[in-house]
């Protein structure tokens, strides 16, 4: 069976993303990633994040892929060690001197080659094996066709993993300047600020100081933005194709995206192995969380005036608590998140049997036994009225009306 990899920002969606039935995730230290402002581990947390998935029986992969500079070197040995000593699965690298470093330093580390490093043919993939990758993350530029050429060259006991779902980047598989150039953050060293999502005017040449707004609809157009990449009505191609891990982007978003996606991804990869028919109902459940309009990229060929996107992100369910406890005399223990009230319609994101179902507020009560109408505070404890069989981990969520609607 294929692998489910997610995005882990921090502990929190890391155990969200293992609950809804993901078999590995891949995250952050304080340095050395791309992804410099999601939280990431420190050395205490990466080793309870190691425990926690190895006791699980599930993976635990580390980024350490920035495009490095020589001060990034700094540390960087004694980082691979640590790595090494605390039992991490992999790490992913896309520099050829920090994957020079592993084999030096922590030569028991397996090998994850990033996308960032661009393979985009079999001749690149398989001088990254030559140099001891146990896996290649294909650049996300490639075709189906183009894929299955590199699975069928390199060796069998090489993984091919890819993109599936989140965010795609306008720049070659993620090399990117603009953040540098505008903000000084470099984008390739962990610190973009998606200055491509920023909204834009343009100046024609003979017309100095003129600067127009480039529109499309009320929302406004983002010329360097990107749709967001949503495989799941195609699990079987892929899955034909030769890829085995099956990655999910997103270690800036939120727990609820990723439950949200993890079990969609979960339920469709499942459905596929047991013999049935794709259920449109988990694409519907991708429009419950945040995202910008949906592409499958380049996996059936360039569409590139598709692949641009012209709209802000858009959802149809936000996140309302987070279930505590079993239900127990007709009500669960819930920590709130959004504000709801007493008379209102949730519906339940959950692993288990009671995925996607609703039923409405009837009574809620604060710690101390009092009656709630409004849950109006943010992470207060409630217990709450109903009859479904909700169990820890589970998530509330509820319909926006009239705001946000998709396109």
């Known amino acids: 069976m294929v692998e489910l990899l997610a995005p882990a920002g921090n502990m929190e969606k890391l155990k969200v993303a293992f609950a809804y039935g993901a078999d590995a995730c891949y995250l952050a230290g304080k340095k050395f990633g791309l992804r410099a402002f999601s939280g990431n581990f420190d050395e205490n947390e990466l080793k309870e994040a190691v425990k926690y998935a190895h006791d699980l029986g599930k993976k635990i992969y580390i980024t350490v892929n920035i495009v490095a ?10 980082y691979l060690v640590f790595l090494q000593d605390i039992g991490v699965d992999a790490v992913i690298v896309s520099d050829i001197g920090i994957i020079r470093l592993v084999k030096k330093v922590a030569p028991k580390l397996e090998l994850h080659v990033s996308t960032q490093a661009n393979i985009t043919n079999k001749y690149t993939a398989q001088t990254f094996v030559d140099m001891g990758a146990k896996r290649l993350i294909l650049a996300r530029e ?61 100046c024609e040449k003979t017309r ?7 529109q499309e609809d009320d929302r406004g157009t983002y010329i360097l933005n990107s749709k967001d990449m949503c495989l799941i009505e195609h699990i079987g191609e892929l899955i034909d194709t030769g890829i085995f891990s099956f ?19 979960r339920r469709a990869i499942d459905d596929y192995y047991a013999g049935k028919k794709f259920n449109p109902e988990l694409l519907e459940e991708l429009e419950k969380t945040s995202h910008r309009r949906y592409s499958t990229g380049f996996y059936f060929g360039s569409k590139d005036k598709e692949y641009r996107e012209s709209s802000m992100p858009v959802q149809s369910y936000e996140f309302m608590a987070m279930v505590r406890s079993e239900n127990v005399d007709g009500y669960v223990e819930i920590e709130q998140r959004n504000r709801f009230k007493v008379g209102e319609t ?8 009671e995925f996607n179902k609703d039923f409405v507020v009837k009574e809620m009560l604060d710690i101390d036994g009092n009656v709630v109408d409004d849950a109006s505070r943010v992470q207060q404890i409630l217990r709450i009225k109903t009859q479904l069989k909700l169990k820890p ?15």
């Open 69 to 78: 500079h020589n001060e990034d070197f700094v540390g960087l040995d004694e």
């Open 142 to 202: 490639l075709s189906l066709k183009e894929i299955k050429e590199i699975r069928d060259y390199v060796p069998k006991d090489v993984d091919i993993e890819t993109f599936v779902h989140g965010a795609m980047c306008i720049s070659y598989s993620g090399r990117c300047l603009l953040s540098n150039y505008l903000n000084g953050r470099d984008s390739n060293r962990g610190a973009c600020v998606q200055a491509c999502r920023f909204e834009y005017s343009i």
């Open 208 to 214: 100095k100081g003129e600067y127009y707004d480039i």
């Open 247 to 265: 990655k999910i982007e997103g270690r800036m978003k939120s727990p609820y995206y990723v439950a949200t996606v993890v079990n969609a991804y």
């Open 346 to 353: 949730l519906n339940v994101l959950s692993p288990g049997d």
């Open 393 to 407: 981990g589970d998530i509330l969520r509820k319909r926006i009306e009239d705001k946000n609607e998709l396109l």
